[in-house]
């Protein structure tokens, strides 16, 4: 088993820029991939950012150029660097593991962008 904490979420104002962590603990050995996932208000859950282990980080096309994804492999964690921050990404952020067997959740950090 995997457990996984977030931590970083917050109100900021469009422009702005807010710093999302993960940290993993367990099975930790087994995790391949780890990622951020996001779901807006009325939304379906969407993939922000994942990087495979020795990998390069991959995004979603909405936020490519303002968001870095990076791996503490050390630390077992995974950041999430946003930048220039929009209402648009405005969501609960959760971060995810996976295994080769199996895929795992953190509880969820709320991440609002307004005025």
């Known amino acids: 088993q995997v457990q996984l904490v977030e931590s970083g979420g917050g109100l900021v104002q469009p422009g702005g820029s807010l710093r999302l962590s993960c940290v993993a603990s367990g099975s930790v050995s087994t995790i391949v991939v780890m990622g951020w996932y996001r779901q807006g208000p009325g939304k379906e859950r969407e993939l922000v950012a994942s990087i495979i282990r020795g990998g390069n980080p991959v995004y979603a096309d909405s936020v490519k150029g303002r968001f870095t994804l990076s791996r503490d492999d050390a630390k077992n964690t995974v950041y999430l660097q946003m930048n220039s921050l929009e209402p648009e990404d405005t969501a609960v952020y959760y971060c995810?593991?996976?295994?080769?067997?199996?895929?795992?959740w953190g509880q969820g950090t709320q991440v609002t962008v307004s005025t």
């Open positions: 995810n593991a996976q295994s080769l067997f199996q895929g795992y």
